[in-house]
């Protein structure tokens, strides 16, 4: 087999990393052993497999936080609940955007979405002591299944792709009929597979969070990233799809990383419903010594965790948001480029031989976005990661994400800038020629 990079190569850091199973390996083991490969061949990968930001921060987000720290705030604690313009912006971007009331007290900046996820988790899971466990609608991120390892938590998940539309109903009330689900995780867009939930979907979700009483953490990395529908019309729908239109009981995740390119500076909001916000538990008195939702959730835990957000970072996210606001910062224009990146992509993978493994919205094809999923006929998750390594392709495999479709791939367009595509093309060529 003539192949792009060195079989031998591959396969000898392959055995010195240990990894048994290419299909278990996690996001950032895969980066380790991309960058060994590719010191050791000399070949520059397409590397798919890692979701980082592959657009220059906003000059908005920049000059504010200079601004921020000429101004002397990097020697000072910020509140723990958030700087003022944070907060507020925050519920105005959520009015304009969402077309949602959330107060600024109820939004709370955290060290990205990872923190936020976490602190969501913890005070959820010590709501009730009879709702011991978190339901993740899946596939999904998997560090966040890692933060309940480390946390020592429960959850329970299922893979959404045979349970779109109304079965959707029946699935998820099978769980929280159990009554130990505490929470439902998901994100929408949705990392790994862009499935985009309905509104009837989402009126499912929140009306079985009703019944049932458990919270609902809606997790929105890819804010407005669904490039089907334009979504930049501040204070006027259409708004960013969202369980809040069904339930009360939500905690949205909104973070800078994506949307706003921001990944390096860890800045994200949680965004408490109010209702929630001042609602009190007896076990939250019992654990923490606070009965309030929201007071625990800042004054115990995020206190605890890091005592808030980075100073300057906050008025950089203050000032993105605001701009957007305001109408002058179509941050979702900046970001479309995205779904272009995946469109030539998804076509180039189709023509080689691959199918797309999500492919649907229900009865609409799925949109594109930041990641699309990949499978190869007859080769498992695992093995797909290795042929497409000896291609010089890299990508991390659905099983790990929840997804019980194991012989697929998740591929984040992120890094694959447009001079990268005729040498995305050549590889996939190879691919195809060695695999006939
Ligand atoms: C679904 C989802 N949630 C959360 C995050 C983490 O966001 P942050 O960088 O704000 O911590 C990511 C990042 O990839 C993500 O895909």
């Given at each position: 087999m003539n192949t792009p990079v060195d079989v031998n190569i591959v396969n000898a850091e392959i055995e010195s990393s240990g990894l048994k199973n290419l299909g278990k390996a996690t996001i950032r083991e895969i980066v380790g052993l991309v960058n060994r490969i590719q010191a050791k061949s000399g070949v520059n990968f397409i590397r798919m497999e890692m979701g980082v930001p592959g657009l220059r921060p906003p000059q908005i987000g920049i000059d504010a936080e200079i601004e921020a720290l000429k101004s002397g705030v990097a020697s000072d604690y910020p509140m723990v609940d958030g700087v003022k313009a944070l907060k507020e912006e925050s519920s105005k971007f959520i009015k304009n955007f969402m077309g949602k009331d959330i107060s600024p007290e109820s939004c709370i900046p955290t060290v990205g979405s990872m923190q936020g996820a976490y602190a969501t988790f913890l005070i959820c899971a010590n709501l009730d002591k009879a709702k011991d466990t978190a339901l993740f609608i899946d596939p999904g991120f998997p560090v966040q299944k890692q933060q309940f390892k480390v946390m020592g938590h429960k959850y329970e998940?299922?893979?959404?792709?045979?349970?779109?539309?109304?079965?959707?109903?029946?699935?998820?009330?099978?769980y929280l009929k159990n009554g130990n689900i505490n929470s439902i995780i998901y994100s929408n867009p949705n990392n790994p597979s862009w499935i985009c939930f309905t509104e009837d979907e989402l009126k499912i979700i929140g009306e079985l969070a009703n019944?049932?009483?458990?919270?609902?953490?809606?997790?929105?990395?890819?804010?407005?990233?669904?490039?089907?529908?334009?979504?930049?019309?501040?204070?006027?729908?259409?708004?960013?799809?969202?369980?809040?239109?069904?339930?009360?009981?939500?905690?949205?995740?909104?973070?800078?990383?994506?949307?706003f390119s921001y990944a390096g500076q860890r800045i994200a909001v949680t965004a408490i419903s109010d209702k929630l916000f001042h609602r009190q538990y007896s076990n939250l008195l019992e654990r923490f010594g606070r009965p309030e939702f929201g007071a625990t959730f800042v004054l115990r835990i995020i206190y605890a965790l890091s005592s808030g957000a980075g100073h300057s970072t906050q008025y950089g996210m203050a000032a993105m948001l605001k701009a957007a606001n305001e109408g002058r910062f179509n941050f979702i224009e900046e970001v479309k480029e995205y779904g272009e990146r995946a469109k030539i992509m998804k076509e180039m993978f189709l023509n080689a031989g691959f199918k797309i493994v999500y492919d649907k919205d229900i009865n609409q094809e799925i949109a594109d976005g930041f990641y699309f999923t990949i499978s190869y006929p007859g080769l498992t998750g695992g093995e797909l990661v290795k042929e497409l390594l000896y291609h010089g392709i890299s990508a991390i495999s659905l099983d790990n994400t929840g997804s019980t479709r194991i012989e697929g791939l998740r591929a984040c367009v992120s890094q694959i800038t447009a001079d990268k595509m005729p040498v995305l093309f050549e590889r996939l060529s190879a691919f195809k020629q060695n695999h006939q």
């Amino acid at each position: 087999m003539n192949t792009p990079v060195d079989v031998n190569i591959v396969n000898a850091e392959i055995e010195s990393s240990g990894l048994k199973n290419l299909g278990k390996a996690t996001i950032r083991e895969i980066v380790g052993l991309v960058n060994r490969i590719q010191a050791k061949s000399g070949v520059n990968f397409i590397r798919m497999e890692m979701g980082v930001p592959g657009l220059r921060p906003p000059q908005i987000g920049i000059d504010a936080e200079i601004e921020a720290l000429k101004s002397g705030v990097a020697s000072d604690y910020p509140m723990v609940d958030g700087v003022k313009a944070l907060k507020e912006e925050s519920s105005k971007f959520i009015k304009n955007f969402m077309g949602k009331d959330i107060s600024p007290e109820s939004c709370i900046p955290t060290v990205g979405s990872m923190q936020g996820a976490y602190a969501t988790f913890l005070i959820c899971a010590n709501l009730d002591k009879a709702k011991d466990t978190a339901l993740f609608i899946d596939p999904g991120f998997p560090v966040q299944k890692q933060q309940f390892k480390v946390m020592g938590h429960k959850y329970e998940s299922f893979d959404v792709y045979n349970y779109r539309g109304e079965k959707l109903r029946e699935k998820v009330e099978s769980y929280l009929k159990n009554g130990n689900i505490n929470s439902i995780i998901y994100s929408n867009p949705n990392n790994p597979s862009w499935i985009c939930f309905t509104e009837d979907e989402l009126k499912i979700i929140g009306e079985l969070a009703n019944k049932y009483d458990v919270i609902v953490i809606e997790d929105l990395a890819y804010f407005a990233m669904d490039f089907r529908r334009d979504l930049f019309h501040p204070g006027k729908p259409p708004y960013q799809a969202s369980v809040t239109n069904y339930t009360d009981n939500y905690i949205l995740l909104i973070s800078g990383s994506k949307a706003f390119s921001y990944a390096g500076q860890r800045i994200a909001v949680t965004a408490i419903s109010d209702k929630l916000f001042h609602r009190q538990y007896s076990n939250l008195l019992e654990r923490f010594g606070r009965p309030e939702f929201g007071a625990t959730f800042v004054l115990r835990i995020i206190y605890a965790l890091s005592s808030g957000a980075g100073h300057s970072t906050q008025y950089g996210m203050a000032a993105m948001l605001k701009a957007a606001n305001e109408g002058r910062f179509n941050f979702i224009e900046e970001v479309k480029e995205y779904g272009e990146r995946a469109k030539i992509m998804k076509e180039m993978f189709l023509n080689a031989g691959f199918k797309i493994v999500y492919d649907k919205d229900i009865n609409q094809e799925i949109a594109d976005g930041f990641y699309f999923t990949i499978s190869y006929p007859g080769l498992t998750g695992g093995e797909l990661v290795k042929e497409l390594l000896y291609h010089g392709i890299s990508a991390i495999s659905l099983d790990n994400t929840g997804s019980t479709r194991i012989e697929g791939l998740r591929a984040c367009v992120s890094q694959i800038t447009a001079d990268k595509m005729p040498v995305l093309f050549e590889r996939l060529s190879a691919f195809k020629q060695n695999h006939q």
